[in-house]
């Protein structure tokens, strides 16, 4: 299962269908909080959010902060415009991001590269 966290419901359905293609179980959020939630009742194997959300109280870095507490091997993916210096484990990608680079940061954040 992933988790999508991201406030733009274009993005949010992009990555969903990505998602979905690759038979992965979908569950996705448009704020931190209601990711976070997610997060414990859901337990997805994978998390992809963006980093800045416009309005949210709990941004992406604050999520990851939260959810690396709660389960520190959990692959986690955050999307940007902008790199920044991320927690180890932690995966970049650039947005926007085509499929290619979609699978190969889901492979590095599995492996734990």
Same mark, same amino acid.
């Given at each position: 299962?992933?988790?999508?966290?991201?406030?733009?419901? #274009?993005?949010? $359905?992009?990555?969903?269908? *990505?998602?979905?293609?690759?038979? *992965?179980?979908?569950?996705?959020?448009?704020?931190?909080?209601?990711?976070?939630?997610?997060?414990?009742?859901?337990?997805?194997?994978?998390?992809?959010?963006?980093?800045?959300?416009? $309005?949210?109280?709990?941004?992406?870095?604050?999520?990851?902060?939260?959810?690396?507490?709660?389960? %520190?091997?959990?692959?986690?993916?955050?999307? #940007?415009?902008?790199?920044?210096?991320? %927690?180890?484990?932690?995966?970049?990608?650039?947005?926007?991001?085509?499929?290619?680079?979609?699978?190969?940061?889901?492979?590095?954040?599995? #492996?734990?590269?």
């Amino acid at each position: 299962m992933i988790l999508i966290v991201d406030d733009n419901e #274009s993005v949010r $359905g992009f990555l969903g269908a *990505y998602a979905e293609l690759r038979h *992965y179980e979908v569950v996705m959020a448009s704020s931190g909080e209601e990711g976070l939630r997610l997060f414990k009742e859901k337990a997805p194997d994978i998390v992809i959010t963006d980093r800045s959300r416009p $309005g949210d109280s709990m941004q992406g870095d604050a999520l990851v902060e939260e959810i690396r507490k709660i389960s %520190p091997l959990t692959p986690i993916i955050v999307l #940007s415009a902008n790199r920044f210096n991320l %927690p180890s484990g932690v995966v970049f990608l650039q947005k926007p991001a085509s499929i290619v680079e979609l699978d190969a940061a889901i492979a590095k954040a599995i #492996s734990g590269d």
